[in-house]
């Protein structure tokens, strides 16, 4: 049921390589995100999986069968787009029952089968309704509901909700986090979003570049970032990398520290700085200083943080909380 | 538009564009005109309208000349090379918008360089291979020189108006499990209606015009109204009212369609080149 | 981006395609090489040879090599020169026609007025009109010298009316052809102006851009690329007028290249002769074709 395994995956368009072999197993009900910037290849990859893109070597195995070759349809997954990708001249119900008409369904259990996931999805009152008179989210809905009914082992989101205005991304995500415990199939779901990939994942998967940097779950990723990179594309505001002299102390090329993870004083600290900017978020302040040797950095300071630009403070980063990384980026574990 | 035109100025631009508008249209409304007119008046050119309307002269066109056979030649023409050349058509556009390889570009402009070659070049052996064939005067043969002689247009037409419909949409009935026909049949077709519907009257158009290969190759059993019209040439059929209403037959549906197919009669027009 | 799957239906979707265009374009073009090295005519099936037979391709009929003899006879042809001539002509004028009426009745179109969509049907209507019935209904009931409708308006204000067909019937064949082809340049130039920009029309009217600069260095640019497209499209058809003068008769002052093949083939059932000169027409449409692709390409590309 619903595993999914990459063996040494890769792509390739002649001499342009786009994934240089990815290998990941993940496990059935799993909720797997791919994250990292764009172009980074998590698109591909996940294309990769669907049958949408042919693999250059390597195979990938679902439920343990291989299907490195077989057609998207035969694979027992099913896709959302970025776009959605409805189609614009069918009905909502002509949308969601498509892939059970292709599959030669009998009429009365199509029509069974739209009504649940019609009345699951909020979209009862809309059947007969055409795409293009649908709300954003009612189009992810239907997007939605056209993967739901088919039954799949596995789920793939491709950016769903990189189209959807702000509240309405809070929403959905919160939507499809309760159908995925409610389904308990298989997801894998890409995003450029470092955000939506701490919320919703079990475990995510950061790319750069088509390689593998890490797997692991949000708070593995947050706490023991393996790479540079990791640490610097997980959580937000970015960590602040400093490297030169006072990266040496800790015999590293380069050290990292979270913004959160910053004491504040204004008497005495390990680096003096000077407030250039400072944000007022309400709950936080983000202070962006000037911290001479270590360079600019941000400071989060919790609640109204009454901070005059120009005024001189001082950091104290919390010991267990600074990550070390040699100069080929990799973390130095003591 | 966020200013307002002067009245003045509007006026005098719609005077101008009416009378530029009716100089062009002209010919064809004197032709319709003359058509109604007795065979005196029509040469008398001095009374501009007719003393007494009358439709005689059409009824002596159809009776002399058969006006209905060569018509329904015209429409079957026309539809029928319009529609096996959409047949072989769809699935060649389909492939070059969405499953592209490193040739396509160049495929695509050798189809059209197809055009560049002169008919003459082709007219003696494509006269004598119909002659052998006993295709000369058959409907069938007719039909397959104009879907070949429309069939790079009507793929370059194609071809841009698919490229307008995401790729995404395609990939989804693919994990819906439609195979390409399918794709093809409910999901590409259905959403490219109007950019089909435009090539679809450009062809006709073009095929119900088309004067020289029906010329060439047609003399009278899958005559079109080319030839209809062809024979008004001779000096035998010179009288203005009948020529004029067989020229009013002739070119009626095709303006008539035009008509009222407007909006996708101008994106035809425009080969889909000029958005 | 695709499976190679897709790739492969790709492939198998345009290869119906492919091949009826390569016969379409091929086999005629080698048989018309072919018969144009042959001494061939219809009328004279058995003439006396004293060279060897090549093996019948289509039939038994005695057909013998003639070297280039065929085009030896249609290039020293005076109505050869002639009718290469009319094409060029034909071509250049109708196109400087469409293209400079084209902007102009273009620019008044674009501007509003009442019944737009009324006045812009009218001046499409003569790109709808069959070849055939324009140039009867212009040759009889526009310009008959005795009761047409010009000799009529020439009449009534005292002027002799002109006897288009006898004393200038190239004129003639160029005015009906442009009557067709205007019509055509002006709606690509039209669809092409509707998309400039609003913003940089209000943007030139600011900076109080003249009317005759906003349109030399505004709309001119814009307008490159259409008329790219307008000379292009209409060359193609203009190299193969044939209606026009098939119907009206005007073989000799006006005959264009397609009309003598035609002639020499179909009429004078010299299908050696008329082979020669197809192949001359496509050496001519080729040359025409790559000094056009040359010209424009640059502009097609962007």
Redesign the interface.
Known sequence: MGTISLKNARKAFGDVVIIPGASLDIKNGEFVVFVGPSGCGKSTLLRMI?????LTSGAILIDGKDMTEA????RG???V???Y?????MSVRGNIS??LK??GMPKNEIDAKVAKAAATLNLTEYLDRKPRQLSGGQRQRVAIG?AIV?NPEGFLFDEPLSNLDAALRVNMRLEIMQMHKDLGATMIYVTHDQVEAMTMADRIVVLNRGNIEQVGSPLELYNRPDSLFVAGFIGSPKMNLISGKPAEKFDAQTIGIRPEHLGISLKDGTWPAKISLAEHLGADTFLHVDAGPCGMMTVRAAGEYDAAPGAKIFLTPEPDRIHCFDKDGKAIRK | MARRETMQRKIFITALAWVVGLIVFFPILWTVLTSFKTEGDAINISGFFSTGWTTEAYSVVQSRSNYVQFAWNSVALALGSTFFALVIAIPSAWAMAFAPGKRTKDLLMWMLSTKMMPPVGALIPIYLIFRDLGLLDTRGGIITVLMLLNLPIIIWMLYTYFKEIPGEILEASRMDGASLGKELLYVLTPMAIPGIASTLLLNIILAWNEAFWTLALTTKDAAPLTQFIASYSSPEGLFWAKLSAASTMAIAPILVLGWFAQKQLVRGLTFGAVK | MATQQTRTLGKLAVSPSVFVLFMWMIVPLAMTIYFSFLRYNLLDPNPVCSLLTPGALLDAENRCLAGFTNYYYFLTDPAFFKAMGNSLKLVGWVLAISVAGGTLLALLLDQPFFGRGFVRIMMIAPFLVMPTVSALVWQNMLMDPVSGFFAFISKSIGLQPIDWFTHHPFAAVVIMVAWQWVPFATLILLTSLQSLDEEQKEAAEMDGTPPLSYFWYIVLPHLIRPMTVVVLIETIFLLNVFAEIYVTGTAGPAGNLPFLVYQYGLIANDIGGASAGGIVAVILANIVAFFLMRMIGKNLEA
């Not at chain 1, 669907?50 to 042919?54: P, S, T």
């Not at chain 1, 990708?85 to 001249?89: D, G």
């Open positions: 669907a049958g949408l893109e042919d057609a998207p349809s035969k997954l099913s896709m787009f970025q776009s990708a409805l189609y614009p001249h498509f892939g292709m599959a056209r088919r």
